[in-house]
């Protein structure tokens, strides 16, 4: 039986895809001077937004991010909680599981981006990209979270919505859902469990 829920945040709680994207192609179009469709952009989704600019080949990273940050503004209106989400949180509360964050987010983007949606007192640990030196696929991200909480690595699963989501809680040592409302492919992802809805989340503290 799991006891402790650690979620991914884009894609996995906030719908983020169109906002996110839609925001990187502005960006790339002004930086490269090159139109990208989203789905040569969607490497981008789950790391840090510095290290997807520098896989892009954006040379000033750090000041392209504030900026990538400052037009995804314009795109919030499309981001959304998943259906189903606040209700499970709210369930997992009431029956004792504890929930924490692990995110590419930094601290600045976690409380501009996430808190404003009202669910951040359902999380009694959250780790951003500015807690550690590397950051997803690499382990350290759930690694410090597993230091911070001293939870029970066997009793604790990572849900997330891509492939480094999935690297990153294996390389930990801890199980891995496929959140596949925000995945939509479970193609090249090995997960211990694919979850269709939210609510599923449910059944994983029974097993």
């Known amino acids: 039986m ?41 490497f981008a989704l789950g790391i840090p937004g510095e290290v997807a600019l520098n896989k892009l080949g954006i040379t000033n990273p750090f000041q392209s991010n504030e900026k990538w ?23 997992l509360s009431e029956i004792g599981i504890l929930a924490g964050i692990v995110t590419s987010k930094t601290k600045i983007e976690y409380i501009n981006d996430f808190v404003p949606f009202g669910l951040a007192d359902y999380f009694k640990l959250v780790v951003c990209a500015d807690d550690t030196k590397r950051h997803k696929p690499n382990a350290d991200p759930i690694l410090k979270f597993i230091e911070l909480s001293g939870v029970d690595k066997s009793k604790t699963i990572y849900i997330g919505d891509t492939k480094y989501d999935m690297e990153c809680a294996f390389s930990a040592d801890i199980d891995f859902a496929l959140a596949l409302w925000g995945a939509k492919s479970s193609i090249g992802i090995n997960a211990n469990y694919i979850l269709q809805n939210p609510k599923q989340i449910l059944e994983l503290i029974k097993i």
């Open 2 to 42: 799991y006891n402790y829920i650690i979620f991914d945040i884009d894609g996995t709680i906030l719908d983020t895809e169109f906002a996110v994207l839609s925001s990187l192609q502005k960006l790339a179009l002004e930086e490269l001077n090159k139109s990208f469709s989203f789905e040569e952009l969607r």
């Open 69 to 91: 940050n400052r037009y995804l503004k314009g795109y919030l209106h499309h981001v959304k909680v998943f259906d189903d989400i606040k209700d499970t949180l709210v369930k």
